[in-house]
């Protein structure tokens, strides 16, 4: 037991504090209830308040009463201190490349593509709302729809509405085609089964730009078929 | 002293026992770890709008039954500490067990959370959201893991009266343990 002692008291770390730790587990509660129901008012900064805020006041509850940081030498918290600037160091350093998809010289097109896809099937998906329960089986059983299939993949090029305006395809060269062009439907050669051909091997089977990629492999024929109608319908005279 | 310690753990530069500076050590390199994971969780977050699709399948009741459960396991670490610095072997001991029956608690909740998740075809590679739920809660679910095996060893030294020092070290451990959490609350549950 000496031994103990000797830790615990040898070093006046452990006297003259005590903290009421019922207590401070009781406040801990107490702003926990509130972190789970401010935010259920659903208004923005009730939530980043009772959300955020009250994390960072919990922790600190925490860090200064449980892990006695506020009793320890001042050097443990420079240490740590060192450590959370890092951290921010390192989160600063990378928030404009990630938080950003696009700045003066540069424009990050797969995460522009992937907000849209994104953006995309979250509409397509929400529209059974207030289901939270039936939500989850809709992803497994989900069957398959030319229509979001096209949101997710065809839309990045070739735009939502078949316009050729599609986020990633702004830079490309030669540009995605425009399906609501007539001109683009005025070669008689471009019927149904190119279209199923240049969605199944690419558009370099073709003679097309090796751009538009083969997307055979996402697709049975029968899916293919609906696609391919799903485009065709973007045609003026459809 | 009846046998010889190695004089790294009793001498100390910075007048702080070498355990507790130890274990400190640890966390200030644990603290760039998930700093870094949430601060690239929060940025990616703001970046990307349609997360909020996905963020809005979490299910917030078991996140905030898991809060309480951690809540409650660092008061009993806590006291733990509290009994031993009384020189309470036993009464460390048995609050130490509680504090691992927390852990293990928490541990079956989120097994039961993980599965309805997966078998919903939430995955870790669903997208880029999940991939990082998955992970920011799965290495704190190592770490949950981690203490309570390392606290179950310390238990049993604590009942026989041995080493009661390191009720604190593992107790400072697990309340990091839980502050992690408290930020992983809001940041995968609330913000929706």
């Known amino acids: ?238 | 002293m009846a046998h010889a310690r190695p004089i790294a753990t009793t001498r100390s530069a910075t007048g702080i026992p070498t355990p507790r500076l130890a274990v400190w050590w640890i966390l200030a390199s644990e603290v760039v770890i998930f700093g870094g994971l949430l601060g690239a969780y929060i940025m990616h977050r703001i970046g990307h709008p349609e997360w909020a699709e996905a963020a809005s399948h979490t299910q917030t009741w078991i996140g905030a039954v898991n809060t309480f459960v951690l809540l409650t396991s660092s008061f009993t670490a806590v006291l733990a500490h509290q009994a031993a610095e009384k020189g309470n072997g036993k009464e460390a001991a048995k609050l130490l067990g509680f504090t691992i029956i927390g852990a293990l608690t928490f541990l079956m909740i989120k097994s039961y959370e993980w599965t309805t998740e997966i078998i919903a075809g939430y995955t870790i590679t669903a997208n880029t959201f999940w991939s990082f739920y998955y992970t920011a809660a799965g290495l704190h679910a190592l770490h949950v893991i981690a203490g309570a095996i390392i606290m179950g060893f310390i238990a049993v030294d604590a009942y026989r009266g041995r080493e009661l020092h390191r009720v604190e070290i593992i107790g400072i451990y697990w309340h990091f343990v839980d502050v992690v959490w408290i930020f992983l609350f809001p940041l995968l549950y609330i913000a929706k």
Not at chain 1, 132 to 156: H, K, L, M, N, R
């Open chain 1, 1 to 238: 037991m000496s031994e103990n002692n000797e830790h615990h008291d040898g070093h006046g770390h452990d006297d003259g504090h005590h903290v009421n730790y019922k207590k401070i587990y009781f406040i801990l509660l107490g702003l926990f209830v509130i972190s789970v129901v401010g935010p259920e008012l659903g208004i923005r900064w009730v939530t980043l308040i009772t959300a955020f805020g009250i994390a960072v006041v919990k922790a600190r509850l925490v860090i200064n009463n449980f892990m006695h940081l506020a009793w320890e030498k001042r050097i443990m918290k420079w240490m740590l201190a060192t450590s959370v600037l890092l951290m921010f160091l390192m989160v600063a350093g990378v928030a404009p490349d990630v938080m950003n998809h696009e700045g003066n010289n540069w424009e990050n097109l797969a995460a522009k593509a992937e907000v849209e896809r994104g953006l995309a099937y979250a509409a397509g998906y929400s529209s059974d709302e207030g289901e939270d329960e039936a939500e989850p089986e809709v992803v497994v059983a989900a069957g398959f729809s030319a229509a979001t299939s096209y949101g997710q993949i065809c839309a990045t090029c070739h735009g939502a509405g078949g316009a050729g305006d599609g986020i990633a395809g702004a830079a490309l060269d030669p540009p995605p085609a425009n399906f609501t062009d007539p001109a683009f439907w005025a070669d008689p050669a471009r019927d149904r089964d190119r279209v199923i051909t240049v969605i199944r091997d690419g558009a370099a089977a073709v003679g097309g730009s090796a751009l538009m990629a083969p997307w055979g492999a996402l697709y049975t024929e029968e899916q293919l078929e609906q696609v391919a109608d799903y485009v065709m319908s973007f045609r003026p005279d459809a």
